[in-house]
């Protein structure tokens, strides 16, 4: 979709869809009453029918209207002093909704025309063209019958008010189409099963992304090439599968030559059966969203390349399966990382740290300013912060605060949790440096301070996005966070 800064209210435009707002207690907003002047006071009416109250999200379709705006979509906004950003969000993703069930090729959005509470012009710009980019996503269809149609909505136009926020409201759109394009690639690769999705398809997705764009340049090694880097943890992961493993590491140069990157790695189990400390059966299926942290490393680099950010990046992405088998890893089993720390595996299925630490010691040889990783790494974080917060660790406040920021800013919000010395007792070990798991307690903790081991001199923060990166029940699937997160963080730096 197409997204174009449309210049104040709907008095002289032609469109073949009008989005506008009604607040509760039936408010027109200022642009719903500006139309109404043209279509006869249709909207007054519906109001005065009770037919919307203004409750955020219930939409009305005024369908059959000639004349230079063909079909109005009223929207409920909910309260006129708790109009913010969240119920923006929602109901214009409501309104889209219902445009996209009719014919219109373009609309034009003037919910965000009165102001909305906690957003200036930059910001409900952006937030728009994610909503817009997020409302025609479809999951990768493996499904035979009744294939969706291509969506007929092409081109939506965000109203502003005036023209000094056009050049804001511009920069807007270009970095929500960033935003939308990596969230979109993130939830593609999430989304496919691990049958398809399998490390060396990630591997693939990294070389398109260095076929698409010239600043970003991939190398993939695979696991000869591990092994003489010695790294005991990450292979000792993959053992137990048939499937290569690959280190996929990739290279945004959008910055100048001596410029320190910023170094994401991302944790890409594309399946997790837990290993010989197998997993039970109820919603395994879920585990091949473990590899969230790599989708999400890669839909950054699509979104800064889509941007041509002005910054360097590197992105590190260990890629395995964890799978039971003869060959596999077994509880006390005792590994050398990179990094020379030899770990005693006690649980096979604490796996995402065991790939995450050799590929945070290869991150190193970039020097990079900050390393942050993203993985999907407890289940513990899904029970402490459930599907609202990611947790966020680190061992630098700057890096933390300007992360919390940006997740804000961004409406993809991260909880700032501690690690430290008491907490890493437990990973002690009678027979190596440590364990690669504690006691049950503060699990998401314990692992956050086992990957701290590996952080000695680095600037670094993890996301455990375990809880935030996919949904379960009837909404399973990716979705696309922490993407939003880690693009408004680059963005700002
Ligand atoms: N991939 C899981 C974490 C996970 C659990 C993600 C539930 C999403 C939903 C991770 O590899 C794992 O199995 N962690 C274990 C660690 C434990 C063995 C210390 C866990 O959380 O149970
Ligand atoms: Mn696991
Ligand atoms: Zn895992």
Redesign the pocket.
């Known amino acids: 979709m197409e997204f174009f800064v449309s210049l104040g209210g709907p008095a002289k435009q032609r469109t073949d869809c009008a989005i506008v707002g009604v607040y509760d207690k039936g408010t027109l907003s200022a642009a719903a009453e500006e139309l109404d002047k043209r279509i006869g006071g249709r909207i007054a009416r519906l109001v005065k029918r009770g037919d919307l109250r203004g409750k955020t999200g219930d939409v009305v379709l005024l369908a059959d209207l000639n004349g230079p705006v063909e079909r109005v979509v009223v929207v409920g906004l909910g309260g006129r002093n708790s109009f913010k950003r969240k119920q923006y969000r929602k109901a214009l993703a409501s309104a889209l909704g219902v445009v996209a069930r009719t014919g219109a090729k373009d609309a034009v959005s003037y919910l965000g025309l009165d102001g909305v509470g906690d957003a200036d012009t930059y910001a409900l710009t952006r937030i728009a063209v994610e909503v817009g980019s997020n409302s025609q996503y479809r999951i990768p269809d493996h499904k035979t019958a009744n294939k969706r149609p291509k969506p007929t909505l092409t081109k939506l136009g965000i109203a502003v008010s005036g023209r000094g926020d056009r050049g804001n409201a511009e920069r807007a759109i270009a970095h929500g189409e960033g935003i939308g394009a990596g969230v979109s690639l993130m939830r593609d690769l999430a989304n496919q099963p691990a049958n398809v999705c399998t490390p060396g398809y990630l591997a693939k997705a990294a070389r398109n992304l260095a076929r698409e764009h010239r600043k970003i340049s991939v190398r993939v090694l695979n696991e000869a090439e591990c092994r003489r880097l010695q790294m005991g943890s990450f292979l000792s992961v993959t053992r137990g599968t048939q499937e290569p493993a690959y280190l996929i590491v990739l290279e945004y140069k959008g910055g100048t030559r001596g410029e320190a990157p910023t170094a994401l790695v991302g944790k890409g ?1 594309t399946f ?1 059966t ?1 290993g010989i ?1 197998l ?1 039970p059966p109820p919603a395994m299926d ?2 091949k ?2 590899m969230s942290g790599a989708a999400s490393v890669l839909g950054t680099f699509k979104a800064i390349a889509t941007m041509d950010l002005p910054i360097n990046v590197v992105g590190v992405v260990p890629a395995c399966e ?1 799978m039971p088998s003869g060959l596999a890893t077994k509880p006390g089993d005792i590994v050398k990382s990179m990094s020379g720390q030899t770990i005693e595996i006690l ?1 096979t ?4 740290r065991l790939i995450l630490c050799d590929a945070i010691t290869y991150a190193r040889r970039f020097k990079p300013d900050v390393v942050i990783d993203i993985a ?5 974080i ?1 029970v402490s912060l459930g599907n609202v917060y990611s947790g966020l660790f680190g061992n630098d406040e700057d890096l933390i605060a300007a992360l919390e920021d940006a997740g804000r800013r961004a409406d993809d919000r991260a909880w700032r949790m501690p690690i430290g010395e008491e907490y890493a007792e437990g990973l002690k070990s009678n027979f190596a440096d440590f364990a ?3 006691g ?1 307690e503060g ?2 903790i ?2 956050a301070c086992f990957l701290a081991k590996f952080t000695d001199g680095l600037k670094w923060a993890h996301l455990d996005v ?2 935030t990166a996919y949904l379960s029940g009837a909404q399973k699937g990716s979705t696309g966070r922490p993407v939003p997160l880690l693009v408004d963080y680059l963005l700002n730096k």
Request: aromatic share 4%.
């Open positions: 189990v997790d837990g400390s997993k879920e585990m969203f473990d964890n649980n299925d604490a796996e995402g999907t790494l407890t289940g513990a899904v690669n798991v504690a049950r699990g998401a314990t692992a375990a809880g």
